[in-house]
C-alpha cells in the first residue's frame, strides 16, 4: 500500500464511486491552502523583498487625561478595522498589532514595483478615511504613515518561537522612523520606494532620502513594467530582423512569403516576433495569431479553434445557434450550411453537425480547411496580413497539414506567414523560393553581456554580470531572467548576488516565491495547462470570483501570466512554456493528481459543453488524476473523432493513453472487450501514422491477437489476422503470410482469397494466384463493408487481379480491372485506401508502359502522401516521379530522386517490392551511361527475390541485366541472362516479359 497524501486520503486504486468524496476533501484542502497562504509566512527564516508600512494612530495628549475609556476603545477598534479594511482591499496584510500601531505588509509575496504602488494607495486611503470618520474626527485622532521597500527577513526566530509574524531589516527600521515624524495625517516613504512609483503619484521632498505623498496623479508612469509585459531591447538579433523585415516588405508589396525561426528553448524566437509586429503596427495591417500548446498535441485543430473563438467571441455557455451568429459575424458571406459545418466540425456545437452528416469524414475536413483558408486569404485582400504560429513543435498534425495548405496560397495573398518551433520539429510545408529559414543561435558573449547590463543597470558589478553570463550561456531568456532576479535583490540594498539563482528553472519560481498567496492559484492553473480559462480554474480551486481575480491580478502584475479579455470571460497564458513547466514540476505530486481529478470532475459536472467538444483534454487530466476509466472513455471517443477527420497520428496519441488507461484497470471481460476495440482502432491509425513494420504498429498487433484470441471474438480475430498477414507482406515474409492465410481458410474463415493470390502471385505462380483472385473479386461487393482495414480488401481485389492480367499479357483485362478499383477508392473517400489503390495503380501503369498515366497518378499519390505523412506510398512515388524526371532529361538531379525515394523505402524497413524498385533505379542509371551501378542494383535485386522468393519480377531482372551487360561488352554473360528469362517466363506464363 502505498503512502497517502493530505490532500489524496485514499488510494488511487480504490473504487470511483468515492468520487464525490474526494471532491470534498481536495475542496477543502486546496480552501486551506489557499486560506493559509494568505496569513502564514514560511516555517524557516526567510529574506523577501518586500515594502513595510508602519501607521500610527496619531492620538491627542488630552486622551489620556480626560477621554472616557470606552470612547478611547471605541476610537481604537474604529481606527483598524479602517487599516484592516484599506490594507486588505489593495492586498496586504496587517502582521503585528498593538494599541495605536500597526505593521502592515506589502508585497511579501509580490513584484517590488506593484508592492509599494499598493501600499501606497492602501496609505492614502487609510489617510483620507480617517480624516473624514466622524467618530475619529470628532475625537481628533489623525494617523502618520511610513512606508520603506527593501530586503526583509522573516520569521528570524523559526516557528517554534514565533510570537508574530513581524519583520526584521531596514525597510522595518526606516518604516517606524518615517512613521515617528512630527507631521500628523502625512505618508511619507522612503527613496527606494520613490524610487520604484515614478511618476504614479505627486510629491514632496521632506528630507534627504524621504519624500511625503500628496496625491494619486492620472498618469501611469511604468504601465508596461506593472503589466508584466515589458521585453528587453532587441540585442544581437540585428541581421535577423533584417532579414524578416525584408519578407514582410515582399509580402507587403508583391506576394506572399513565409518565414519559419527555429531555436531552443528561451533563445528569443518570440522576442524577434514582437519586434514585428511592434514594428509594422502602425501601420494597415492585419494580424492572426496561433499558438500550440503541449497539452494540447493530440487535438486536431485546437490553435485554430482557439483564434476563431477569440475573433467570433464565443463562450462556452452560448447555444449552438448562438455559436453560429457569432461566426456569421467573422465569415461574413458564408452560406448557412458553411456556417453549419464550421460550428459543428470547428466549435463542436452538437446540433449544427446536421449540417454535413451527408459528407464524409475527409471531404468535412477538406470543406473545413477551404472555409478557413478563404477567410485568411480575403483577409490578405483588404489589407497586409502577418499570420502567426507560434510553438509548432507542440502542433497537432491537422494543423500541421493546415500550415501546409496555406503555404499553397502564397502566390495568391498579400500576407507573411511567421512561424517558430525548437529546433527538433521538422517543416511539413513544400520548400519553395518563398520560405525562408532563419535558426537562431545563442548570443556571443558580447551581447549577453550588453543584454544583461540593459536589463540590471549599473547596480551589478562587473563580476555579477559575468555570473550572469556564464549561467545563461547565451539563452536570452535565462539572462532576462537572472538579471531581473539580482535586480530585485538589489533594489533592498546589499545583496551580493550570492543567493542568485542557478538555473533559470529555480529563477523562474523564486518569482513566483515572492507571490505566497497566490502560488497556489498558480500551481493549479499550471495543472490546468499553459493556457487556461477563468471558468475552468474557477471550478478546479473552488474559491469565490472575486479572489480568484484577486490572485490572478497579482499574478499578472508580476508577469507570471497575461491576460486576454475581462475577467470571468478572460483566458489566461503562462508567459513562458518554461515558467509553467517549472512550476508544475515543481509542486506536490499528491496536489496535482488530486487537482488532475477536480478538473475533470468539475467539468463532468459543471460544463458539459466541454466534455463533448474536448474529450481529448478531459482524458490528459482523467489520466494524470489516475481516474484511469475516465482516461480510456475520454481518449476513445477522442481517437474516434480523430480517425473520422483522418488526423491519424493525433488518433494514435489519444488511443495510446486509452491503452494506458486501461492496462491500470482491474482485469475483467468488459475491459478487455473495451482493449480490444481500442486496439483495432489504433492499428487502423497506426498503419497509416507509421505502417506495418513500425516496432509499434508490430507489438500492438500482437497484443491485439492475444487479446482477440482471449475473449474469443471471432471477426475481431479475422481483423487482426489480415493486418498480421500485411505484416508479413510488407516484410516480403511469403511463407509465413501464407501459412497465415491457408490456416484461415481450413478454417473456413472467409475472405482469405485474396491474401492466398496476392502471396501465390508474387511468387511467381500465376495460374493459382488467377483462380484465388478471381474467387476473391466473385466474393467481394463493390458496396461492402467500409470499416476499418476490410475496405483494403474491397479495393485490392480489383487491383491485384489487374495486376496478375497484366503479368499474364492480358493487357485490355488488366485496365479494366484497374479502372474499377481507382472507382472504388474514390468512393471510399478513405486516404489509406485511396492511397493502396493509387500505388497499385501506378505499379501496374508502370507494368503496362503506360506512361503519362503512371505519372499523373504518381503525382496525386505524392500529393496525398505528404498532406497525410505516408511515407511508405510516398517513396514508392518518389521513385516513379524520379524515372520520369531522368526520362525528360533532367540528369542527374533525377537519378539522386530516384536514390533519395530508394533510402527512403529502406528506412520504411519494407522489404516487399524492393526488387521492383531497385529495377527503376537500375533504368535511371543505364540512362545514366552507370552500368556498373545498374549492374549492382541488379544483382542486389536478384539476391534478395533468392532469399525471399519474391520472383515475380526476375524475368524482367533478367532481361535488364542482359541489356546492361551487353552495352558493357559482356556479351557471354548477358546471353546467359536472357536464357534464364525465357526460361522463367515459360515457366511462370508472365508473357508480358516476353521477347
Not at 504602488?117 to 487609510?126: G, H, K, P, Q, Y
Not at 505627486?202 to 498618469?219: C, E, F, N, R
Not at 538555473?503 to 490546468?528: H, M
Request: net charge negative; hydrophobic share 40%.
Amino acid at each position: 500500500m502505498r503512502p497517502k497524501n493530505r490532500l489524496y486520503p485514499f488510494d488511487v486504486h480504490d473504487s470511483l464511486d468515492a468520487q464525490d468524496h474526494l471532491t470534498r476533501e481536495i475542496a477543502g484542502a486546496i480552501k486551506r491552502q489557499l486560506s493559509s497562504s494568505t496569513t502564514n509566512v514560511p516555517a524557516e527564516p526567510t529574506r523577501r523583498l518586500v515594502t513595510i508600512m508602519y501607521c500610527r494612530a496619531a492620538v491627542p495628549q488630552e486622551w489620556s487625561a480626560h477621554m472616557g475609556l470606552r470612547d478611547i476603545s471605541a476610537s481604537l477598534n474604529v481606527f483598524h478595522r479602517v487599516c484592516a479594511g484599506a490594507v486588505a482591499r489593495f492586498g496586504g496584510r496587517v502582521a503585528a498589532s498593538s494599541g495605536e500601531c500597526l505593521e502592515i505588509h506589502f508585497g511579501f509575496s509580490g513584484l517590488l514595483e506593484r508592492s509599494a504602488e499598493l501600499a501606497v494607495r492602501a496609505a492614502i486611503l487609510i489617510r483620507d478615511t480617517v480624516c473624514q470618520d466622524a467618530l475619529l474626527g470628532a475625537n481628533g485622532l489623525s494617523t502618520a504613515i511610513g512606508v520603506s521597500t527593501g530586503p526583509a527577513v522573516f520569521n528570524a526566530l523559526g516557528q517554534a518561537e514565533r510570537s508574530s509574524d513581524s519583520a526584521v531589516g531596514l525597510p522595518v527600521t526606516s518604516a517606524r522612523r518615517l512613521c515617528d515624524g512630527d507631521e500628523a495625517g502625512a505618508v511619507v516613504i522612503c527613496r527606494a520606494t520613490r524610487d520604484l512609483l515614478g511618476g504614479l503619484f505627486q510629491y514632496d521632498l521632506t528630507g534627504p532620502d524621504s519624500y511625503k505623498v500628496l496625491a494619486t496623479t492620472d498618469v501611469i508612469y511604468r504601465l508596461e513594467a506593472l503589466k508584466g509585459g515589458v521585453y528587453p531591447g532587441m540585442i544581437g538579433r540585428d541581421p535577423e530582423f533584417r532579414q524578416l523585415m525584408a519578407q514582410w516588405e515582399l509580402a507587403r508589396t508583391e506576394e506572399g512569403r513565409s518565414v519559419f525561426i527555429s531555436g531552443d528553448a528561451g533563445i528569443g524566437k518570440s522576442r524577434l516576433l514582437a519586434a514585428l509586429r511592434d514594428d509594422i503596427k502602425s501601420t494597415n495591417v492585419n494580424v492572426l495569431h496561433f499558438a500550440c500548446a503541449p497539452h494540447l498535441v493530440d487535438v486536431a485543430l485546437a490553435p485554430i479553434r482557439e483564434q476563431i473563438e477569440r475573433l467570433a467571441g464565443t463562450q462556452s455557455k452560448d447555444t449552438p445557434e448562438q455559436v453560429e451568429v457569432k461566426l456569421q459575424r467573422v465569415f461574413v458571406g458564408c452560406a448557412k450550411d458553411e456556417i453549419g459545418l464550421l460550428a459543428a466540425e470547428l466549435m463542436h456545437a452538437p446540433q449544427s453537425g446536421q449540417v454535413s452528416a451527408s459528407l464524409m469524414p475527409q471531404q468535412r475536413k477538406e470543406k473545413l480547411f477551404d472555409l478557413l483558408l478563404a477567410y485568411i486569404v480575403k483577409l490578405a485582400e483588404v489589407s497586409p496580413l502577418l499570420v502567426e504560429f507560434e510553438d509548432l513543435h507542440w502542433s497537432d498534425p491537422a494543423t500541421l497539414e493546415f500550415v501546409a495548405l496555406l503555404h499553397d496560397r502564397l502566390s495568391i495573398a498579400r500576407m507573411l506567414i511567421v512561424l517558430t518551433a525548437r529546433p527538433e520539429f521538422r517543416p511539413t510545408w513544400p520548400d519553395t523560393e518563398r520560405a525562408t529559414e532563419l535558426r537562431l543561435t545563442r548570443l556571443d558573449r558580447k551581447h549577453s553581456t550588453k543584454l544583461a547590463r540593459d536589463i540590471a543597470g549599473d547596480r551589478p558589478s562587473p563580476a555579477e554580470i559575468e555570473r550572469i553570463v556564464d549561467r545563461a550561456e547565451g539563452v536570452p531568456l535565462f539572462i532576462e531572467e537572472l538579471a531581473r532576479y539580482m535586480v530585485a535583490e538589489k533594489d533592498g540594498g546589499g545583496h551580493d548576488g550570492g543567493d542568485m539563482p542557478l538555473t533559470l528553472e529555480a529563477s523562474l519560481l523564486a518569482r513566483l516565491d515572492r507571490l505566497p498567496a497566490s502560488r497556489p492559484i498558480a500551481e493549479v492553473a499550471a495543472v490546468i495547462g499553459r493556457q487556461f480559462s477563468h471558468e475552468i480554474l474557477a471550478i478546479a480551486c473552488s474559491q469565490p470570483t472575486d479572489f480568484v481575480i484577486q490572485r490572478l491580478d497579482e499574478l499578472t502584475n508580476a508577469g507570471i501570466v497575461f491576460r486576454t479579455g475581462i475577467p470571468p470571460d478572460a483566458t489566461y497564458r503562462f508567459r513562458h512554456a518554461l515558467l509553467r513547466d517549472a512550476i508544475y514540476n515543481g509542486s506536490d505530486s499528491g496536489t496535482r493528481r488530486a487537482l488532475h481529478r477536480r478538473i475533470v470532475l468539475s467539468v463532468e459536472r459543471k460544463l458539459p459543453k466541454i466534455v463533448d467538444s474536448q474529450p481529448g483534454l478531459l482524458a490528459f487530466h482523467a489520466f494524470r488524476g489516475e481516474l484511469f476509466e475516465k482516461a480510456a472513455d475520454y481518449a476513445f471517443r477522442a481517437g474516434r473523432y480523430a480517425v473520422g477527420i483522418a488526423a491519424m497520428r493525433e488518433a494514435v496519441g489519444q488511443l495510446r493513453i486509452a491503452v494506458a488507461a486501461l492496462s491500470r484497470l482491474p482485469e475483467s471481460a468488459s475491459r478487455d472487450e473495451t482493449e480490444s476495440e481500442v486496439l483495432l482502432l489504433l492499428l487502423t491509425a497506426l498503419v497509416s501514422a507509421e505502417g506495418y513494420t513500425s516496432p509499434e504498429t508490430q507489438a500492438t498487433y500482437a497484443q491485439a491477437e492475444t487479446l482477440c484470441q482471449k475473449a474469443g471474438s471471432v471477426a475481431k480475430l479475422a481483423a487482426v489476422e489480415h493486418g498480421i498477414f500485411r505484416q508479413h507482406m510488407v516484410e516480403a515474409d511469403f511463407s509465413n503470410a501464407l501459412e497465415i492465410a491457408d490456416d484461415a481458410s481450413r478454417a473456413g474463415r472467409p475472405g482469405w482469397e485474396l491474401g492466398r493470390g496476392v502471396v501465390t502471385m508474387h511468387l511467381g505462380d500465376l495460374d493459382t494466384a488467377l483462380k484465388f483472385l478471381q474467387d476473391a473479386s466473385a466474393r467481394l461487393d463493390a458496396a461492402g463493408n467500409w470499416e476499418n482495414l476490410e475496405i483494403i480488401q474491397v479495393i485490392g481485389a480489383p487491383a491485384y487481379l489487374a495486376m496478375c492480367h497484366a503479368l499474364r499479357g492480358e493487357t485490355e483485362t488488366a485496365r479494366l480491372h484497374l479502372n474499377n478499383a481507382l472507382m472504388l477508392s474514390e468512393r471510399s473517400d478513405h486516404p489509406t485506401s485511396r492511397a493502396f489503390a493509387l500505388s497499385t495503380t501506378a505499379r501496374v501503369t508502370w507494368l503496362l508502359g503506360d506512361v503519362d498515366r503512371n505519372r499523373e497518378i504518381c503525382d496525386e499519390l505524392a500529393t496525398l502522401c505528404r498532406k497525410h505523412g505516408f511515407r511508405y506510398w510516398l517513396a514508392n512515388a518518389e521513385c516513379y516521379l524520379g524515372w520520369h524526371e531522368s526520362r525528360d532529361g533532367r540528369g542527374m538531379k533525377a537519378a539522386e530522386r530516384v536514390y533519395r525515394a530508394l533510402d527512403e523505402y529502406r528506412a520504411t524497413k519494407a522489404r516487399w517490392l524492393y526488387p521492383f524498385f531497385l529495377s527503376i533505379a537500375a533504368e535511371v542509371d543505364h540512362a545514366h551511361g552507370r552500368f556498373r551501378d545498374g549492374l549492382g542494383r541488379i544483382d542486389a535485386a536478384l539476391q534478395q527475390s533468392a532469399d525471399t522468393a519474391e520472383c515475380w519480377y526476375d524475368a524482367r531482372l533478367l532481361r535488364l541485366k542482359a541489356t546492361l551487360l551487353s552495352e558493357s561488352k559482356e556479351a557471354a554473360g548477358a546471353e546467359q541472362c536472357r536464357v534464364q528469362a525465357r526460361q522463367l517466363i515459360e515457366r511462370q506464363g508472365s508473357r508480358l516479359f516476353a521477347f
